[in-house]
């Protein structure tokens, strides 16, 4: 069955240093490939998403999530922290041809001033 | 534009108390899907619906049923609450899959059972 790791449930990173928060995924054909962020209290929203274009995904916010085949990978990253972007983020993916998605289980970023 | 909207966003319940969680969408989407989040564990889906009048079981069916009233609803009912149930519910929609749409979601609807 498809799988979502993330790897590091807490990732702590200074103001203005580089953010890198990592997603790999288990299946032989590439999926979809999501990252969503979640604020307190709030739903998820969507950062980007991978659907077999370019491999190296603009979001909103200055994110970007680079996709590798060979590495079954979909890593996050952001040049610059920002204190806004303390968050939770989730990677997610959707086999092609199915109608579900698949969470990992999530990486609290925490942004030190 | 609304979007995804849930109702109660707040719930407490008793140890085998029943009740139904509303989600109503206004973006015409045709697949709406139920999670529930927990820590450390992310989301995981309850039930999902294609388009109108299917549903799916998804990862942790149990305890729960769903109806897919019409385009726009999709609720989430618990027949018979346990403490395990206690979580945050979120529901989310999508475009037609076929068009690699993302899922929108809802504010969540945080449930404690007693």
């Known amino acids: 069955a498809q799988s979502v790791t993330q790897l590091g449930s807490h990732v702590s990173v200074s103001e203005g240093a580089l953010v890198l928060l990592r997603c790999n995924y288990s299946s032989s054909v590439p999926p979809y490939l999501f990252w969503y962020v979640q604020y307190p209290n709030q739903g998820l929203q969507l950062l980007l998403k991978?659907?077999?274009?370019?491999?190296l995904v603009k979001g909103i916010n200055g994110f970007e999530a680079e996709f590798k085949k060979s590495e079954t990978s979909f890593h996050l990253t952001k040049p610059s922290a920002h204190m806004s972007d303390a968050a939770e983020y989730f990677c997610a993916v959707r086999p092609r041809g199915t109608y579900k998605y698949i969470f990992g289980t999530g990486t609290r970023l925490k942004v030190l001033a | 534009n609304a979007g995804v909207t849930q109702t109660p966003k707040f719930q407490v319940l008793k140890t085998g108390q029943s009740m139904t969680l509303q989600c109503a969408q206004d973006m015409n989407h045709n697949s709406m899907y139920w999670y529930r989040q927990d820590p450390g564990m992310g989301l995981r889906l309850i039930y999902y619906s294609a388009s109108e009048g299917t549903t799916d079981k998804g990862e942790v069916p149990n305890g729960y049923n769903v109806s897919r009233l019409n385009k726009r609803e999709f609720s989430l009912r618990l027949e018979s609450a346990a403490p395990s149930q206690t979580s945050v519910y979120f529901c989310?929609?999508?475009?037609?899959?076929?068009?690699?749409?993302?899922?929108?979601f809802g504010e969540g609807s945080r449930l404690t059972v007693l």
């Open positions: 989310a929609s999508s475009e037609e899959p076929a068009n690699t749409g993302e899922l929108f």
């Open positions: 991978y659907t077999s274009a370019a491999t």
